[in-house]
């Protein structure tokens, strides 16, 4: 009996690392393991003894790449547990922070990170040499994204103008101007993306997923809604506890995710388009059925096309969000704590990121749970690589292992929110 | 307006000898120095490129592990000749200063001067100080790039 194992070390373009276990044995796909090795960083523990108005700012540590996902899942939670709500245009402004990080999250993964794979780059740098004005189009976009994101947050990175309640300083509408320009060249720009990201040459692989994302009345959710799913979830995100549940697995520091009842699932773009597609915005909407995709999108390699989709409908929700602007009377809600526990879910760009904290009556976190994007997609991760892998394995090692790798970057792991290092070994024999 | 001379120091500030760069532009800060702007806390290279958008003259100031000697300083014209083989820029992304400088250049987005000083680093464990030896290569690039930055602005009243 022959058993082949292959290693990839380190995996590339990934955001952080992590380790891919494949074993083949007498030509078939034996077993298939995400391995993560990093250990993990125990925030949820060091949060312990902080103070409820501490918590974005320590949250936001876990990642560089999505800062404002920590922050709002963290303000939400806490103003959840005081009874607040931020409404008028304080709640918009959190939006428009996270129009910022959605951008410059999506348009670093989509051409830095993604695009190479499908055109058969092994980084952007190549890429850039058959496509400069593709590649220097994305790094202003890019800065469009950063720009919203210092503006309204402070600082590209780990913004220090948000706080439990709303901010520290709110623009005036006069501030905006210079912004408004450049947001509107960068929408035209990212119209442009969408077509180029649909002429990508895809493999031909669906699967059946449960997505799972936040769910609103009115808008393409960020910061509110009830946590829905495609098999029939409807829940208050306060219930998140009793249906979603985290396993040890014995190869891995960190934990796998499952709906209970049910198994792997996925959260991030594909499962909030194919679960708001009526609420991305008319613009957004026209680009996807020009890209050639209607509601439903069930090939993983397509989040690229989607990725796209949300950065165009980010740019036009911020435009919006911009024009319908007037200065707020305070930059804050009065917030008071109290003993509690408090919930959220916000759309983090790689999905759905649900915080809870317990605080006593002075607010001080008796304990906190944080479940990030990338933990909860494990499982579905390992899942297409079973499937797509499975049918690739007879290919040469190189290229059967580019296709496990992209499939991987379909998810756009952020693996230091996972505490993940990711490698790629297989075992052939 | 703004100035065309821009000052990047890269690295995290939180591992140890990565934090040379930051620290060079920190220190810069209480030089007297003629119009510049002083960016720190870049440690990624698609960020690099973003911010040294539409300057003339760029200076970074980073952490290598070539394996030389702690405290080494290196200073290359990055336009006049390739990164040197063997010298690593330490980057905890994937994407770092070698990198930001190859894709520049297939951009054409390279300004017209762009000097690289570099400070071999020993230690880059997470929470760790400088080491001794970066400290006192650090206070040497801070005067070597006061010093230039000045020449190029008024070579006549700088020139040593």
Redesign the interface.
Known sequence: MKTKKIHVDPL????GEGVLYVKIRDGKLEDIKFKIIEPPRFFEVLLRGRMYTEAPDITARIC?ICPVAYQMSAVHAMENACGVVVDGQLRALRRLLYCGEWIESHV?HIF??HAPDFLGYP???HL??DY?EH??RA?KL??AG?AIMSFIGGR??HPINVRVGGFYRVPTKQEFGPLVENLKWARDAALETVPWTAQLPFPDFESEYEFVALRHPDEYPFNEGRLVSSKGLDIPVSEYEEHFVEEHVPYSSALHSIHKGYGAYLTGPMARYNLNYEKLSPLAREAARSAGLGPTCLNPFKSIIIRSIEVLYAFDEALRIIEQYEIPEQPAVEVHPRVAIGYACTEAPRGTLYHRFQIDDEGRILNAKIVPPTSQNQKSIENDLWHYAARSIDLPEEQFLQQCEQTIRNYDPCISCATHFLKLHIDRA | MEPSIIIIGIGNEYRGDDAAGLAVVQALKTQDLPPVRLIE?I?DG??L??CW?GASKIILVDAVSSGAEVGTIYRFDALAQPIPVGLSFCST???GVA?AL??AH????LPSTLIVYAIEGKNYASGAALSPEVEHAVQKVVAQVAQEVREWTDPAVYAA
């Open positions: 590339a373009r990934v955001e560089g670093l830095m990170l980084d952007v740098m850039a040499q400069p590649v220097k790094l890019k800065k950063n590209e990175i | 806390g440690s698609m960020s490129l973003i958008d992304h994937a994407f990198e190859t894709l297939t951009l054409r987005q």
